[in-house]
């Protein structure tokens, strides 16, 4: 069996990408939830706009992390969480819910991609093939 050809470009560089890409789609969809604490639950400065403030922060800070080795299980702390809000807004827990489906899904993509890359079956670990 033959050793995968080197990266030229790194991968997981991308798939971080994704991540924080998709960190920032969910402080989007929590701060979309604001509007709905203001009314529902006694203003933004209420416990439950502070843990909604929290989210957000916490969130935009992560993207600085995706690259760590601990980042992955921090998210998935982080949706734990956020779902366990349904017993404060369930309109959070259902963006925990949501979210956390679209972690899972993540996370099997790279899985795969790791797996691929263990064999040597992305495209880019491919040798040209040379004509003659």
């Given at each position: 069996m033959t050793?995968?050809?080197?990266l030229k470009k790194d991968p997981m560089k991308a798939f971080r990408g994704i991540m924080a890409g998709t960190l920032i789609l969910e402080v989007i969809v929590v701060a979309l939830a604001l509007p709905v604490?203001?009314?529902?639950?006694?203003?933004?400065?209420?416990?439950v706009g502070w843990i909604a403030f929290g989210f957000i922060a916490v969130f935009i800070a992560m993207c600085a992390f995706v690259r760590k080795p601990w980042a992955i299980g921090a998210v998935v702390g982080l949706h734990v969480l956020l779902i366990a809000t349904w017993l404060l807004l369930p309109a959070m827990g259902v963006i925990g819910v949501i979210f956390g489906?679209?972690?899972?899904?993540?996370l099997w993509l790279r899985k795969d991609l790791l797996k691929r890359m263990a064999e040597g079956r992305l495209p880019a670990q491919q040798q040209p093939e040379q004509q003659s």
């Open positions: 050793t995968p050809a080197p604490i203001a009314k529902l639950h006694g203003g933004v400065t209420s416990l489906l679209v972690w899972a899904y993540l």
